[in-house]
């Protein structure tokens, strides 16, 4: 079973949205960090997004005050709301669930392409 599963990618206009859904299997997703990822063509693997088990978040400087995320622990689901969006979001975007208190994550979704237009 693949313990995270992302949805909600695809092909969007220069200022438009998307919101990403990440579905989790892993039995302790409360209490769990979770964050997203995000891979450009030619660069590395850079962190996007995090959220806490109790729901405090920190957000790379790039998407402040565009992107957002959220969790929804009853539905074991981390959501990244991606507002105004620009072609230098076009990437790969993965979901991670970190090893517990730490930094580190330790599964990974198979990731989702989101492209944006110009």
């Known amino acids: 079973q693949v313990p995270l599963v992302e949805s909600g990618g695809g092909l969007v206009q220069a200022g438009g949205s998307l919101r990403l859904s990440c579905v989790s299997s892993?039995?302790?997703?409360?209490?769990?960090?979770m964050g997203w990822y995000r891979q450009a063509p030619g660069k590395q693997r850079e962190m996007v997004a995090r959220?806490?088990?109790?729901?405090?978040?920190n957000l790379a400087d790039s998407v402040k005050g565009r992107f957002a995320i959220s969790r929804d622990n009853a539905k074991k689901t981390v959501y990244l709301q991606m507002n105004s969006l620009e072609p230098e979001d076009t990437a790969v975007y993965y979901c991670?669930?970190?090893?517990?208190?730490?930094?580190?994550?330790?599964?990974w979704g198979q990731g989702i392409q989101v492209t944006v237009s110009s």
């Open positions: 991670a669930s970190y090893v517990l208190n730490t930094d580190r994550p330790g599964y």
């Open positions: 959220i806490t088990g109790g729901g405090s978040t």
């Open positions: 892993i039995s302790i997703f409360s209490i769990n960090a």
